[in-house]
């Protein structure tokens, strides 16, 4: 469960700035080219936030 919590953490910690990439305001999630919803937030978004950067792994799971 704290994993969880971690994302919401996350999310939200990334949705109080704005998207570089698809210009997405702050407290908005990230869209893609056709306006459809994107399924994770684009990576140039969080890149300026060091926790973040620092704790992504994408490959968490390969462990
Ligand atoms: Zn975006």
């Given at each position: 469960?704290?994993g969880?919590?971690?994302?919401?953490?996350?999310?939200?910690?990334?949705?109080?700035?704005?998207?570089?990439?698809?210009?997405?305001?702050?407290?908005?999630?990230?869209?893609?080219?056709?306006?459809?919803?994107?399924?994770?937030?684009?990576?140039?978004?969080?890149?300026?936030?060091?926790?973040?950067?620092?704790?992504?792994?994408?490959?968490?799971?390969?462990?």
């Amino acid at each position: 469960m704290d994993g969880d919590l971690e994302e919401i953490a996350r999310a939200d910690l990334i949705e109080r700035e704005p998207c570089p990439r698809c210009g997405a305001s702050p407290g908005s999630v990230c869209r893609g080219n056709s306006g459809v919803v994107a399924v994770d937030h684009h990576t140039g978004r969080y890149a300026k936030i060091p926790a973040l950067k620092a704790g992504t792994s994408p490959d968490k799971s390969a462990s």
